[in-house]
């Protein structure tokens, strides 16, 4: 575990205002030779060069200098360029006397042109360079609002900030968020993952006072100021002065920042309140269908036996059968029932873990066709199954109960005596099962919602089919497996569902071998 | 032409005509099956049961509707069955003039029990007793006394005409809106404290312990009934 003793800064240790300096005094040198230069030449060419070139030449040396040290130097350079012109080049030479009126004038006029093209040139300069730092920072605020705006979470939002926070500031920068009634560490440098008591203490004073703290550690502790209150605490590291544009860029960014976790806090509360209305939702659709659904069955039971109990003597040994077998009947539509909710809140839940292997789906289908059993009394099954099939990977009773419910569901639907055809086929990456009904259909409006939970629930008329669970089950295994379910309604003529089901295959077949 | 009485049930799952139809033969009566409501208005006008039994909960028409289009032409005793969140479809069917609820789901005894109830306070050509009584009760509605173990006990007006209207439909639960309207009046519908008051005050007098009460009993929710036994 590394603590935030361990850090060191990455920058250099020379702190703005004396880095400047240092930059400062290379300017006036480089500005002397500059002059110095001037000299030379001037010297060197003094036999073709006339006052007029000669003063050109200083000139020029002005404004390099101008252009790249600044305003100082640029005057610095220009009077010692008119007292060199002076003193080199002005008859009496090597004095700094000037005998002839017409060279006073000279000089006057070259000392004014030099002074003020420095000047000038030193501006233009000046106004290039923080037209460029503008640039830079603004670059830096679109980047740092482009991550903010796309943190979804409060903890991005914060590791957004720190980053960027960090980079503006030359230095290592932390951001807290509260939790509780406290705060806790959700951005930092890479490898900082506990803070020393100190800082957390001085983060927290921070957090609750709302003014700036300072940990002896060496951490300073600033609170972020959304529009509704506080946030979070910023750190940053080291106790140094920020140079006037680094706290400026500073200052935008944090409350950006600021403005950007606000904004997460909302979305993830509204996230909250969406995921417990939603929940809310289904509870009371469940509510619903116990109520409806389990009702008669429980009225057949509760009836069937106690006529049975009451009555016994006075039936007919057949209407007794009867009556018993009403009761067997109703008691395993409620075991349905149950184990149609229990499937469900195992998918609300995500407790579901499908398991992987090699299954082929004829036999699976055969296997649910078994199962439904006397459910499917009366009808006829029609088989259209691949002769070769490449095997799924899938989990072997999910899928099972997926293509039971489908089919419970055909049979639910559509007309009694009415066949059924199952299909199974491959295209290159998938194997498809094919269920179709010879039912009434299902409206194109409703074909998206079919697989929403308690549909049925909208149709009166559709009491006494089962909970309205069974599609949406189906739904939730064959996707927690990887494949695909859609429904398509009409078939043919009007009439007729068919549900598709596509799994995965899990080495898609080369095209020539299809 | 049998002399069982005839039951007509109405309702829509197969599975509760599959245990009423035996149960309604063995208990001696002679049941006839609706499906829907159309069918069943239709097999009232034509057989004229005895008694109907209707589920509120028709696909093919409000259980209300059903109601008081069979009350236009029967009048019969009509058993409601519902369903328990359905409160205020019970209490208005009541007050639409259905003599009886059972909750589903429900156990043939009760039913039946319920049903004799109605058919007992039905019958043609009997009118309601002048003269009720209840274990150690005798409430006297044409001379305005009751006695208890024999002796008078007073009785305010309103006390009494609330007892007369529990003791008339004796067995039969009266819901609180029937019972406001026909003791204070259509303007006090809603003025259901005033039951609780005079119910508590009846009880005082005429129950033996008033704190279980043996003969007004509370339905909750829907009204009360007085019972006999």
């Given at each position: 575990?590394t ?7 990455v920058?250099?240790?020379a702190?703005?205002?004396r880095?400047?300096?240092?930059v ?5 040198a480089?500005?002397a ?11 060197l ?9 000669l ?23 220009a ?10 080049f002005l ?12 060279d ?23 106004q290039a ?10 670059g830096a605020?679109?980047?740092?609002s ?8 409060p ?19 932390i ?15 890479e490898g ?22 300072v ?9 972020l ?6 946030v979070?605490?910023i750190g ?10 680094q706290?400026?860029?500073l ?59 009451d ?7 057949a ?16 075991n ?7 499937d469900?809140s ?10 992987r292997e ?11 066709l ?11 099954i ?9 095997r ?20 639910a639907?559509?007309p ?14 998938h194997?498809?099962i ?13 074909l ?15 009491r ?33 569902t ?17 | 032409?049998?002399l069982r009485?005839?039951i ?21 009566f002679?049941?006839?099956?609706a ?5 069943g208005?239709?097999e009232i ?12 909960g028709?696909?093919?028409?409000d259980?209300?509707v ?14 409601i ?12 069917a009541l007050?639409l003039?259905?003599?009886?609820y059972v909750?589903?789901?429900?156990g ?5 029990a ?32 009751v ?20 003791v ?9 809106r ?7 009046g ?17 009880r005082q ?13 509370t ?11």
């Amino acid at each position: 575990m590394t603590t935030d003793s361990n850090l060191t800064d990455v920058r250099s240790a020379a702190t703005p205002g004396r880095r400047a300096w240092r930059v400062e005094v290379a300017g006036y040198a480089a500005s002397a030779t500059l002059v110095a230069a001037a000299n030379l030449i001037g010297h060197l060419g003094a036999s073709q060069l006339s006052g007029a070139n000669l003063a050109m030449l200083f000139l020029v040396s002005v404004l390099l200098s101008a252009f790249w040290f600044g305003v100082g130097p640029a005057l610095a350079s220009a009077c010692a360029a008119a007292l060199s012109y002076n003193f080199f080049f002005l008859v009496p030479r090597l004095t700094f006397h000037i005998e002839r009126p017409a060279d006073l004038l000279t000089f006057v006029v070259f000392f004014g042109v030099a002074i003020s093209t420095g000047w000038l040139a030193a501006r233009v300069r000046d106004q290039a360079r923080s037209a460029a730092r503008r640039a830079s920072e603004l670059g830096a605020l679109l980047e740092a609002s482009g991550g903010l705006s796309a943190a979804a979470t409060p903890d991005e939002a914060a590791r957004v900030l720190a980053k960027q926070a960090g980079l503006a500031a030359g230095r290592a920068a932390i951001v807290l968020l509260p939790e509780t009634d406290t705060v806790r560490l959700a951005a930092g440098p890479e490898g900082l993952v506990e803070l020393a008591d100190t800082t957390r203490a001085a983060a927290l004073q921070a957090w609750r006072t709302g003014a700036d703290s300072v940990d002896p550690a060496g951490w300073s502790l600033r609170p972020l100021q959304g529009l509704r209150g506080r946030v979070g605490v910023i750190g940053l590291r080291g106790a140094s002065r920020l140079s006037p544009e680094q706290s400026g860029l500073l200052n935008a960014l944090l409350h950006q920042g600021a403005v950007a976790l606000e904004r997460a806090n909302l979305a993830t509360a509204a996230a909250e309140v969406d995921a417990l209305r939603k929940a809310d939702h289904l509870r009371s659709a469940l509510l619903n269908s116990i109520s409806h659904d389990f009702r008669t069955p429980l009225a057949t039971v509760l009836g069937a036996s106690t006529t049975l109990l009451d009555y016994e003597a006075n039936l007919k040994p057949a209407v007794r059968r009867d009556l018993l077998q009403s009761i067997a009947q109703a008691a395993r539509r409620l075991n349905r029932y149950v184990g149609d909710l229990l499937d469900m809140s195992r998918l609300e839940g995500g407790a579901l873990s499908p398991k992987r292997e090699l299954v082929d789906v004829r036999a699976v289908l055969a296997s649910a066709l078994e199962r439904l059993g006397d459910r499917l009394e009366g009808r006829s099954i029609r088989r259209d199954f691949a002769a070769q099939l490449s095997r799924v990977s899938a989990d072997p009773v999910l899928l099972e109960q997926a293509v039971l419910n489908v089919i419970e569901n055909a049979a639910a639907y559509s007309p009694e005596g009415a066949a059924i055809e199952l299909a199974v086929q491959e295209d290159l990456g998938h194997v498809l099962i094919s269920i179709e009904d010879q039912g009434a259909g299902i409206p194109p409006e409703a074909l998206d919602r079919v697989f929403d939970r308690f549909r049925r629930l909208e149709q009166p008329s559709d009491r006494g089919r089962g909970l309205g669970l069974g599609l949406s089950i189906a739904k939730g295994f064959v996707e927690a497996m990887g494949g695909r379910i859609a429904a398509t309604s009409p078939v043919a003529g009007g009439k007729g569902t068919r549900i598709l089901i596509a799994l995965p295959k899990p080495h898609p077949t080369p095209r020539e071998l299809l | 032409m049998s002399l069982r009485p005839r039951i007509l049930v109405i309702d829509d799952e197969p599975q509760i005509h599959r245990f009423l139809t035996p149960a309604l033969e063995a208990a001696g009566f002679e049941p006839i099956r609706a499906d829907t409501a159309a069918a069943g208005l239709q097999e009232i006008a034509r057989r004229a049961p005895d008694a109907v039994i209707l589920d509120l909960g028709l696909p093919d028409m409000d259980g209300k509707v059903a109601l008081s289009k069979a009350r236009a032409f029967y009048a019969g005793p009509i058993l409601i069955l519902s369903a328990r969140d359905r409160e205020v479809e019970k209490i208005d069917a009541l007050d639409l003039g259905a003599d009886d609820y059972v909750e589903k789901p429900f156990g043939v005894g009760e039913l039946l029990a319920r049903l004799r109830v109605a058919l007992r306070r039905g019958q043609p050509g009997d009118a309601a007793p002048r003269v009720v009584r209840a274990a150690a009760l005798e409430v006297d509605l044409a001379m305005h006394a009751v006695r208890r173990d024999g002796a008078a006990v007073r009785l305010s007006p309103k006390e009494f005409d609330l007892l007369a209207r529990l003791v008339e439909g004796v067995g039969k639960v009266i819901t609180h809106r029937q019972l406001l309207t026909a003791v204070w009046g259509p303007a006090h519908v809603a003025d259901t404290q005033y039951l609780r008051v005079f119910i508590g005050q009846l009880r005082q007098k005429l129950e033996p312990d008033p704190a279980r009460p043996r003969h007004i009993v509370t339905e909750p929710g829907v009204g009360y009934r007085f019972l006999a036994d």
